[in-house]
């Protein structure tokens, strides 16, 4: 009888830290990492390639289905190199106008559905860390465990903030924040998929804490479960 591998959701909004705790995770667990934010953030940046508007839901439904896009291993040891359609985009899609844009595109059913299979496909042993809004609660609802991850919106803004004063001049807290909570009631309020945690997810509230606790935490978790036992243990 063939093996499924076993599953650990991290989802949660914005600015959370949910793709740095996955990033750690699946470093220290030596397996799989799906970044399911980035599959829409590409596919957003592709539709501005494109020119395809992301009101178009068939146009986007097309494009989602042949994204031509590479997950490569990047020098950084939990990090990735992301190529689409033969360019590294690594850093693009972690532009301010590209979340926004993959907030939109994320909203239509036709969207979700074309990538729902590329997502499926992450799903090998010896196990995977996926990271998204719908994770534990759509795409693999069978998860061994499932983390929702969250922060306050003012924290939120400010770690974005740090992250981006020193490429963008421009950029402020105030609107930071706005564009935040704007997000989060799309996100939130959106008919397909809604950001919310699943009944059985172990919530954590990461305002106060630090990245190495949030990981302690959720590594607890895991050998209560014991999910390490086919794996070879921590690295």
Not at 40 to 65: C, K, M, P, Q
Not at 86 to 102: L, M
Not at 179 to 199: C, E, G, H, N, S
Request: charge should be neutral; aromatic fraction near 4%.
């Amino acid at each position: 009888m063939k093996r499924v591998a076993p599953v650990i959701t991290i989802d949660g909004p914005s600015g959370s830290g949910k793709g740095t705790v996955a990033s750690l995770l699946s470093m220290r667990l030596g397996w799989n990492l799906l970044d399911s934010g980035a599959l829409y953030r590409l596919l957003a940046l592709a539709a501005s390639n494109h020119g395809i508007d992301l009101a178009n839901e068939e146009l986007l439904r097309v494009l989602a289905t042949h994204l031509d896009v590479q997950f490569l291993p990047a020098e950084a040891e939990y990090s990735q190199r992301i190529m689409l359609e033969g360019e590294d985009v690594t850093n693009v899609i972690r532009s301010e106008y590209v979340g926004a844009g993959a907030s939109q595109v994320a909203a239509w059913p036709a969207v979700r559905s074309a990538l729902l299979l590329r997502q499926h496909a992450f799903r090998q042993l010896p196990g995977l860390v996926a990271d998204g809004r719908d994770m534990g609660t759509v795409v693999f609802p069978d998860a061994s465990l499932k983390i929702f991850l969250t922060a306050s919106a003012e924290e939120r803004a400010r770690r974005r903030f740090l992250q981006l004063k020193e490429s963008d001049s421009d950029v402020t807290l105030g609107s930071l924040l706005d564009d935040i909570r704007k997000r989060d009631a799309r996100d939130t309020q959106r008919t397909v998929a809604p950001l919310k945690p699943a009944v059985d997810a172990i919530q954590l509230d990461s305002t106060v804490l630090s990245i190495e606790q949030v990981l302690g935490r959720i590594l607890e978790e895991v050998a209560i479960r014991d999910l390490l036992k086919h794996s070879g243990g921590l690295k």
